[in-house]
């Protein structure tokens, strides 16, 4: 089984490390590489569906040239330039940007008719693309051995953190509209503790684990997301966390204790919330749940499409 993957990125660069958001394609391709599947890559350079669209001649000569069974696509543009081809048949994952943002909407909308089998990350997705057909429901896998609980002194330590302070990790950069920065700074701002607000960006995989290990609460408060992966994250480090009603995560966190999901964007229920987390000072048990999305389990499920599509 050969599957070529089709994502934006360098393809200068074979390590993936071109941008943290994309290791989970990595990640994926290489726990389907442990269970028998070849792969290959080709990754497209260029923004917007123009940029896409300029792609086109040297993405048919890397199929012609690997020759691949099934081709699949991460996001919706990927997927739109990949089914403009019709001769291997194309598997498209929808994540999140993709069908939250209404202009790119629309070329998923076609990428999704084109394809022959669609991944969505969260049970809301199919409706937005009016998507009727059998649904194949698989978040992205986690890799649950790089991120696992450590002692929150040593992981402070490790990170040069002050350890009579409290700290909480914002899900992305102060700078990214869509994570909604304003909103979690007024919330830390109005709590009774003293709190620092950490950005999560700059950092390796290996510094997030630590950071996940040893802040008190991670708190999201995106205006929108598909499955946001440190979700996911924070529980297999035991991380309690506070987060809006966006993407999956209060089906993520569902009956975790110690860890909260808002009704609302009201900053007073996220600061309380946040308060009752620093209170209490105490890590989950969300690792034993979030051993679901172990990327060996999602691979397994995603092979079986390979499979179908194949059939």
Same mark, same amino acid.
């Given at each position: 089984?050969?599957?070529?993957?089709?994502?934006?990125?360098?393809?200068?660069?074979?390590?993936?490390? =071109?941008?943290?958001?994309?290791?989970?394609? *990595?990640?994926?391709a290489?726990?389907?590489?442990?269970?028998?599947?070849?792969?290959?890559? *080709?990754?497209?350079?260029?923004k917007?569906?123009?940029?896409?669209?300029?792609n086109?001649?040297?993405?048919?000569?890397?199929?012609?040239?690997?020759?691949?069974?099934?081709?699949?696509?991460?996001?919706?543009?990927?997927?739109?330039?990949?089914?403009?081809?019709?001769?291997v048949?194309?598997?498209?994952?929808?994540?999140?940007?993709d069908?939250?943002?209404?202009f790119?909407?629309?070329?998923? *909308?076609?990428?999704?008719?084109?394809?022959?089998?669609n991944?969505?990350?969260?049970?809301?997705?199919?409706?937005?693309?009016?998507?009727k057909?059998?649904?194949?429901?698989?978040?992205?896998?986690?890799?649950?051995?790089?991120?696992?609980?450590?002692?929150k002194?040593?992981?402070?330590?490790?990170?040069?953190?002050?350890l009579?302070?409290?700290?909480?990790?914002?899900?992305?950069?102060?700078?990214?509209?869509?994570?909604?920065?304003?909103?979690?700074?007024?919330?830390?701002?109005?709590?009774k503790?003293?709190?620092?607000?950490?950005?999560?960006?700059?950092?390796?995989?290996?510094?997030?684990? =630590?950071?996940?290990?040893?802040?008190?609460?991670?708190?999201?408060?995106s205006?929108?997301?598909g499955?946001p992966?440190?979700?996911?994250?924070?529980?297999?480090?035991?991380?309690?966390v506070v987060?809006?009603?966006?993407g999956?995560?209060?089906?993520?966190?569902?009956?975790?204790?110690?860890?909260?999901?808002?009704?609302? *964007?009201?900053?007073?229920?996220l600061?309380?919330?946040?308060?009752?987390?620093i209170t209490?000072?105490?890590?989950?048990?969300?690792?034993?749940?979030?051993?679901?999305?172990?990327?060996k389990?999602?691979?397994?499920?995603?092979?079986?499409?390979?499979?179908?599509?194949?059939?």
């Open positions: 089984m050969r599957i070529l993957i089709i994502c934006s990125g360098k393809p200068s660069n074979p390590q993936w490390s =071109f941008v943290l958001n994309r290791s989970y394609v *990595y990640e994926q290489e726990s389907l590489k442990e269970i028998g599947v070849e792969y290959e890559t *080709y990754f497209i350079e260029g917007g569906i123009l940029g896409y669209l300029k086109y001649k040297k993405m048919t000569q890397k199929i012609k040239d690997y020759q691949p069974n099934v081709i699949h696509a991460h996001y919706g543009l990927s997927g739109l330039l990949a089914t403009l081809q019709r001769k048949p194309v598997i498209t994952t929808f994540h999140g940007s069908i939250n943002i209404p790119i909407r629309i070329f998923s *909308y076609i990428a999704s008719r084109l394809s022959a089998e991944i969505f990350v969260n049970k809301e997705q199919p409706a937005k693309l009016f998507y057909k059998e649904v194949h429901l698989i978040p992205c896998g986690i890799d649950t051995k790089a991120f696992s609980p450590i002692d002194i040593k992981a402070q330590i490790k990170l040069k953190l002050d009579n302070k409290k700290y909480a990790l914002f899900t992305g950069s102060f700078t990214n509209k869509v994570k909604n920065y304003p909103l979690a700074k007024d919330v830390i701002e109005k709590t503790y003293d709190i620092e607000l950490l950005e999560l960006k700059g950092y390796t995989r290996e510094e997030v684990c =630590f950071l996940l290990n040893a802040v008190d609460v991670l708190i999201m408060t205006f929108t997301e499955s992966m440190i979700i996911k994250e924070a529980m297999c480090c035991n991380c309690p987060s809006v009603n966006v999956d995560v209060k089906d993520t966190l569902f009956s975790t204790k110690g860890s909260y999901v808002s009704s609302s *964007y009201e900053s007073i229920e600061e309380k919330y946040i308060e009752n987390v209490v000072n105490k890590r989950t048990n969300a690792r034993e749940k979030a051993l679901q999305y172990d990327l389990k999602v691979a397994k499920e995603v092979w079986q499409i390979y499979k179908k599509v194949m059939m």
